[in-house]
């Protein structure tokens, strides 16, 4: 390879432009701002109005709490979901392989408005979910009216959207362990739910944390669905996630001060739980 | 050797038993947007459980049309990811074959920031580019507000470098020694030869724009000059609206990514793994 110093900033330099003005300054200015009194006609220096009042806001609490609550049964729940999915999609016995893999995967390209009113119409008070429930001898459940019901619809929600998102992942992650591993295990007599604890679970470990993380990125980052399925949020703030305060904060007050705190608050979350994730992962080893 | 093959039947049917009901639930969603967006008004909120689509999707359609202009949103929205993702393929892949063929200095510093900022999550910028862009620039209601800021996304660079990197250099040094130039190696040997990654990579650029509903959200709040996602949003809660119609807008919205799907499923998921291993 030679140098060819001027080449090589004529490709790049296009490209870098977009980057330094719509990524790196905006990363490095909403730092600043998040010291700053927007409030006032002058924006002015003063923490206290932003990452003070973050400290004590209950609002800001409650939006923290839904939101480390939904991480904390989600992501688990969906990871399970997409690990025994990818498996047993990935299975050689499996028939009309295309029609299931269609079933599990298209939520991926199916975007967060059309669903989410198509989830909201299902959970209707008198939707069809419901009218199935009494159908079945059971009753019905107000589940965008009770808190912890709205609670399980953005739940639900999620899982749907983003289970096969990383079955997809998984399923790339079985594809690369070798076949003659578990034949191996065949031949010893090994069952094949014991090979799945034994041999799959560990090889796919790295991959699993990768979906961990990404999953917990997005997470923090909920914003969709409380805003469109649950109403802004609803009932009163039962569902309200720490995206959807920083959207009220920032572009409903437009207090871009406090906003800019909540949205470095989000990232450092966001960091602190995937290197907790990345760390427990090389802990067990 | 007939009780191995009695084992591996009932391993067989118990496999389907336990994905068949799942794989049902998981498509009973996307079947009733079907259903509803055929069904009057009193269908969709009747006592009855209607599992079987009827035949007012243009009812619907037209109710829809009349409470937001869905076609134009539409319109705006194709044009907009259309552009995004030529631009973005255009600027990603030139990025990654500079930074795959090239030493120059500073190119450990760019990829070191890009790699270091990667998996921060959007909002951390969301506020600075509104005021930049709305306040700043002047620009919101725009095309350019709805195509360009999102163009910093860096996943196209990083595919585009790996694929780059992977190809056999012998062959643009063999081009070099011929006399061509740098360009021409790039823009007729380089990128015919990642064909694939760009297909895939453009599939996930368009999906990403098609389905992009935050910045749009806020940037072009204008009905005129709102995407298809925005618009149909701006009608979930409003107590006056037909559900007909939101289903038919989330019908259109959607069925056109399911039928590309399908049609190149082997790109999307080259283009959802590589993006996860971002």
Redesign the interface.
Known sequence: ?????R??????T???L??L???????A??FW?SFLNTRSANWTFNPRMTWGRLLVDPAFANALWNTLLILVIQVPVMIALATV?AV??N?P???ARG????????????????????????F?E?G?IN??LV?AGLTSIPWLSDPNAAMAVIIIALT?RWA??NA??IL?GLQSIPEDVYEAATLDGVS?VRQFFYITLPLLKPVII??V??SV?GT??L??EPF?IT??GGPGQATETL?LF??RQ??GAFN?GY??AV??T??AL??AI?LLNLWLGKERE | MRSKSSA?RR??IA??A??FP???I??F??W??FV?STLPENG??S???ILTPSDQFVENFNLLESDTGFIRATTISILVAAAYTVLSV???S??G???A?????G?GV?LA??LG?L??????????????VARDFGLHNTLFALI?????N?LG?LFMRQTFSMMP?ELFDAA?VEGVK??RI?LFIGLPLARPAVAALSIILF?HS??N??WPL?INSKPAMMTA??A??SL??LTKVS?GG??T???M??AP??V???AL?RH??AG??AG??K
Not at chain 1, 7 to 12: I, M, N, P, R, V
Not at chain 1, 21 to 27: E, H, K, R, S
Request: charged content about 10%.
């Open positions: 390879m030679r140098l060819r110093t080449t090589a900033y004529a490709f790049l296009p490209y870098l977009v980057f003005t719509f990524w790196i300054w905006p990363i200015n909403s701002l999915l047993l999609l299975s016995i499996l028939k029609l299931f893999r269609f079933a599990f995967f298209a939520p991926v390209v199916v975007g967060e408005v059309a669903y989410a009113a198509m989830f909201r119409l299902l209707n008198f069809i009218k199935m159908a749907w096969g998102y997809i992942i790339a094949k990768l979906c993380v990404i990125i923090m980052q914003f969709s469109l109403n802004r995206g920083l959207y920032g572009f871009f906003a800019s949205a470095y989000i990232t966001a960091i995937s | 591996e391993r067989g496999l389907h336990a994905l799942l794989a049902l998981w498509l969603p996307l009733m947007m509803f969709i909120f006592r009855d459980i255009a600027l990603t030139m990025a074959w500079s930074l063929c090239y030493r120059f200095a190119k760019v920031t890009i900022t998996t921060l999550p959007y909002f951390v910028v969301v506020i600075p580019q509104f005021i930049m360009v800021p999102p163009l910093f860096s660079v250099h070099r740098e360009w790039f999906l098609w389905n509903y935050l806020l996602p925005v149909l949003g979930i809660g559900w939101i289903m807008g989330a019908v919205l959607t990514m399911l590309l799907f399908v499923q999307f998921v959802i793994s996860a291993v």
